[in-house]
């Protein structure tokens, strides 16, 4: 339930992130795996952050800001994702809970010195705002539930994770995607339930209709609580962690990330 890949998982993943055109500060996993709930069918989710040469951030012909990719081989999909260090560190110093999820995973495919320098100055990227991302993505994707026939146990759990990883930060300041270790303390059993079932069933397991009055009180419930974590936060109002990016930038820029 960790979502950490097989052996045969990790060698793909390492392969797929030795074959990205630039060199890579870091690659991890994010998404289902991340998360907890990897169902049988579910694809790899890598994110990372890449630097570009100075050719291309200076010249004419401007690199690729942000890489994407799909693979697949023998039935295992690699969906890879990166952004070039100044647009990487930018998404941070915005709020942005996706680019802090990751750059904190815990499930690493490729590290670097300069990784782990970036992940102690990110503290200092956290604010109390990034509150605005967790109520955006959970409204979204509740909304998108609703509508949903039949209704899919993925966007619930997706849905519940981000609620409670709002509520963990704004707490605490720490990055726990894991909605596994999230329960741990929030000790929802209907999460548990949903979890096994997204583990034990396929992609687009259903739920029954007469669920969605309970669910809809949880959402209400831990959005409230979301809401009572951020007016309590001690996090800051604003980033601190700038002057570090740009140092960090520039000296990227200057000698190769190997």
């Not at 339930?1 to 052996?7: E, N, V």
């Not at 503290?123 to 509740?142: N, S, V």
């Not at 209704?151 to 707490?171: D, F």
């Not at 396929?202 to 951020?230: I, N, Q, V």
Request: glycine share 6%; hydrophobic share 35%; with cysteine.
């Amino acid at each position: 339930m960790t979502g950490k890949p097989s052996k045969k998982a990790d060698e793909r993943l390492r392969d797929e992130a030795a074959r990205h055109a630039y060199p890579l500060i870091f690659a991890t996993i994010s998404g289902a795996h991340l998360y907890g709930f990897p169902s049988p069918d579910s694809d790899y989710d890598l994110r990372g952050c890449h630097v570009l040469p100075m050719r291309e951030v200076l010249g004419l012909e401007p690199g690729r800001e942000t890489v994407e990719s799909s693979t697949t081989e023998g039935g295992f999909e690699v969906d890879l994702v990166t952004h070039d260090a100044k647009k990487f560190f930018m998404l941070l110093l915005r709020k942005n809970g996706y680019v802090l999820e990751q750059l904190y995973s815990p499930l690493v495919i490729h590290t670097t010195p300069e990784h782990e320098e970036l992940k102690a100055i990110g503290r200092g990227c956290i604010t109390r705002h990034h509150c605005h991302h967790y109520f955006g993505f959970a409204e979204t994707q509740w909304r998108l539930f609703e509508r949903e026939q039949p209704r899919r146990v993925k966007p619930l759990l997706y849905i519940y994770r981000v609620l409670l990883t709002g509520i963990r930060l704004m707490r605490t300041g720490e990055v726990e995607a894991s909605l596994v270790k999230l329960n741990d303390e929030a000790r929802l059993s209907h999460v548990d339930d949903l979890i096994a079932r997204k583990l034990a069933e396929p992609e687009k397991s259903a739920l029954d209709d007469a669920d969605l009055a309970f669910h809809r009180r949880e959402y209400e419930r831990l959005r409230a609580e979301l809401e009572t974590a951020t007016q309590a936060s001690a996090l800051s109002e604003r980033p601190t962690a700038r002057p570090a990016l740009n140092d960090l930038l520039v000296r990227i820029r200057m000698r190769p990330v190997v």
